[in-house]
T-cell receptor, first 113, second 111 residues
Framework: DAGVTQTPRHEVAEKGQTIILKCEPV?????LFWYRQTKIQGLELLSY????????DGGAFKDRFKAEMLNSSFSTLKIQPTEPKDSAVYLC???????????FGPGTRLLVL | QQKVQQSPESLTVSEGAMASLNCTFS??????FRWYRQHSAKGLEVLVS????GEKEEGRFTAHLNRANLHVSLHIREPQPSDSAVYLC???????????FGQGTKLSIKP
């Protein structure tokens, strides 16, 4: 059974660019999560979908971050426009239901110059 | 707002000796507690999930939960160099699905 896949694994962007990160959850999972990981802040939740419906849009991340789930097997995270402070690892996770274990993808390492 | 704190920040243990990691949380009504491990440049791997007070064992990994003390710990029996990684404690409010993570403990196992 395939785990959570994320593409690309690495991304380098210039300040002001638009970047799109992609995630495919585990087949059959209903919940999908986007997290950001930095050394200073640790892991922070960006967005959370349940059965394709947006449950949480990340509060402080709302203005330049937009996550979408067009179908149950694919999600995107758009950052527009990028800023150097967005440099981080972006992790996608999925679970069967809200109280089940979340399984994480390998992450996308983003560097904004 | 749930706050999760882990200690120590880093820990070095000799191969074969028990490794113990700690995690405290601020809201005792949380139901699910999970320990994850992250090797360098890799995703998170779930180790143990615990839902009620007491002990839960998964292979060499044992979690202890004490809600009254707002504390959950992870003990690694007979650690090996391949167990060197960052260990993350995660607290989840029941049925909400959201995980609040601690900052992590960097564990190094000396051969």
């Amino acid at each position: 059974d395939a785990g959570v896949t994320q593409t690309p694994r690495h991304e380098v962007a210039e300040k002001g660019q638009t970047i799109i990160l992609k995630c495919e959850p585990v087949s059959g999972h209903n919940d999908l999560f986007w997290y950001r990981q930095t050394k200073i802040q640790g892991l922070e939740l960006l967005s959370y979908f349940r059965s394709k419906s947006l449950m949480e849009d990340g509060g402080a991340f709302k203005d330049r971050f937009k996550a979408e789930m067009l179908n149950s097997s694919f999600s995107t995270l758009k950052i527009q426009p990028t800023e150097p402070k967005d440099s981080a690892v972006y992790l996608c996770a999925s679970s069967r239901t809200g109280s089940d274990t979340q399984y994480f993808g390998p992450g996308t390492r983003l560097l904004v110059l | 707002q749930q706050k999760v704190q882990q200690s120590p920040e880093s820990l070095t243990v000799s191969e074969g000796a028990m490794a113990s990691l700690n995690c405290t949380f601020s809201d005792g009504t949380s139901n699910n507690f999970r320990w994850y491990r992250q090797h360098s440049a890799k995703g998170l791997e779930v180790l143990v999930s615990i839902f009620s007070d007491g002990e839960k064992e998964e292979g060499r990994f044992t979690a202890h939960l004490n809600r009254a003390n707002l504390h959950v710990s992870l003990h690694i029996r007979e650690p090996q160099p391949s167990d060197s990684a960052v260990y993350l404690c995660a607290v989840e409010n029941y049925n909400q699905g959201k995980l609040i993570f601690g900052q992590g403990t960097k564990l190094s196992i000396k051969p």
